[in-house]
Each structure stands twice: as structure tokens, then as C-alpha cells.
């Protein structure tokens, strides 16, 4: 069993969608959770973090955390064709490597 | 915010040469550098962790003699391909982190497509 599992998709949903992504997680230690973007070829880029459970907003992006069920999701309000990428959960403890899902790639149609 | 700079972004070498990509935080000092390898629709495998002046521990299956990593200062690490064949071609990408908060840790390079002719 991996340590961090999220739904590689591809999710597909026409502009305006609510989109809803999430991972699942196996080790307790985890203390820190984060979001990030990643479009074609280039570095991932930090969306959202939070050290502990309940949802933190910013903008059209929510994160939320429930440690006691190992769940994390991020949810995107009024989806754009510009949020066409592959968003990756990571997974920190300490000052260790992140722990990566495997990435789900969206795609919102014009 | 942190940045991360990475160069080259794209490079193309023939087989048995070296390859070297640099990695530089421009206004943070980065404490550890972590340099990860991605395949195409695959998300980030953790190739090796450099603390700065000190030797990178590498991740399990990782040759340490063919991915040389260098962390000699605060703002500069490297990773250098030696000998590199076809099946080292694939997207490289470091990520420095500083010990000054969440939010100026764990940030990436914009990542190097390496391809091996």
C-alpha cells in the first residue's frame, strides 16, 4: 500500500464546475498537507497548505483535512480552462522530502 | 515569495556524456535541497536530500555514483548526470527548503527535461 493515494483522473468538467480532488493517506506522522499545481513540464507550484484538520479558503480554492479519517481534498469553485492541470497532494513531516500522491490531472472544457 | 531557479530547462545530450543542472534559491537561504526525477504522467520520486556542506543521502536505488549532487552553499545545488544513457531522459526537477516557516519551505524549480540521443 503506497503511503499517499490520489485518483489519477483524468477528470474532466465544463467551465464553472465545482471540482473536488482528494487523497488518501496511511501514516499518521504526516503534521503538514499541501496542494500543488502542476501544468505541462514545469515545476509544481504551492497552492494551498494547513497544518491540521478543517478547511482553509482561499479564493476559489478550499482545503480541507480530516486526520482522523486520513483524508485530505481540495475543492475548486467556478473552475477555469486556466485550471487545466495536474494537482498533486504532498504530505510532510518534519524537515523530510514531501510525500507525493501521484497527481490528478483536470481538465476544464471552454 | 521564495524562487527557485533552475537551468537548464531543457537539454539534449549525446549518450556518455555529463549533464549538469543548478539549482539556486534567489532570496532565501535553502537549508536542504531535495532533487526528484518525473516520468511522464507520474508524479515526483525523491531521487536524493542535500543539507548544505554536507554529503546527499540518496533514496533507495538511486546510484549515487552516476547522480552526483553537489550543495556547497546556501543558495546553490547541483546535480550532475554522468555517463548519462537513453533511460536517464526524463523531467528533473529540485526543490529547496528553508527553515523559516511553511510557507518559504519546500519550493520547486520550474524542473529540467533531460534527453539522452
Known amino acids: 500500500q503506497k503511503e499517499v493515494e490520489q485518483d489519477p483522473g483524468p477528470l474532466s468538467v465544463p467551465e464553472g464546475a465545482i471540482v473536488s480532488l482528494n487523497c488518501t493517506y496511511s501514516?499518521?506522522?504526516?503534521?503538514?498537507f499541501m496542494w500543488y499545481r502542476q501544468y505541462s513540464r514545469k515545476g509544481p507550484e504551492l497552492l494551498m497548505y494547513t497544518y491540521s484538520s478543517g478547511n482553509k479558503e482561499d479564493g476559489r480554492f478550499t482545503a480541507q483535512v480530516d486526520k482522523s479519517s486520513k483524508y485530505i481534498s481540495l475543492f475548486i469553485r467556478d473552475s477555469q480552462p486556466s485550471d487545466s492541470a495536474t494537482y498533486l497532494c504532498a504530505m510532510g513531516e518534519g524537515r523530510r522530502a514531501l510525500t507525493f500522491g501521484s497527481g490528478t490531472r483536470l481538465q476544464v472544457q471552454p | 515569495g521564495a524562487v527557485v531557479s533552475q537551468h537548464p530547462s531543457r537539454v539534449i545530450c549525446k549518450s556518455g556524456t555529463s549533464v549538469k543542472i543548478e539549482c539556486r534559491s534567489l532570496d532565501f537561504q535553502a537549508t536542504t535541497m531535495f532533487w526528484y526525477r518525473q516520468f511522464p504522467k507520474q508524479s515526483l520520486m525523491l531521487m536524493a536530500t542535500s543539507n548544505e556542506g554536507s554529503k546527499a543521502t540518496y533514496e533507495q536505488g538511486v546510484e549515487k555514483d552516476k547522480f552526483l549532487i553537489n550543495h556547497a552553499s546556501l543558495t546553490l545545488s547541483t546535480l550532475t548526470v554522468t555517463s548519462a544513457h537513453p533511460e536517464d531522459s526524463s523531467f528533473y526537477i529540485c526543490?529547496?527548503?528553508?527553515?523559516?516557516?511553511?510557507?518559504?519551505?519546500?519550493?520547486f524549480g520550474s524542473g529540467t527535461r533531460l534527453t539522452v540521443v
Open positions: 501514516n499518521s506522522a504526516f503534521q503538514y
Open positions: 526543490s529547496a527548503r528553508a527553515d523559516r516557516g511553511l510557507s518559504y519551505g519546500y519550493t
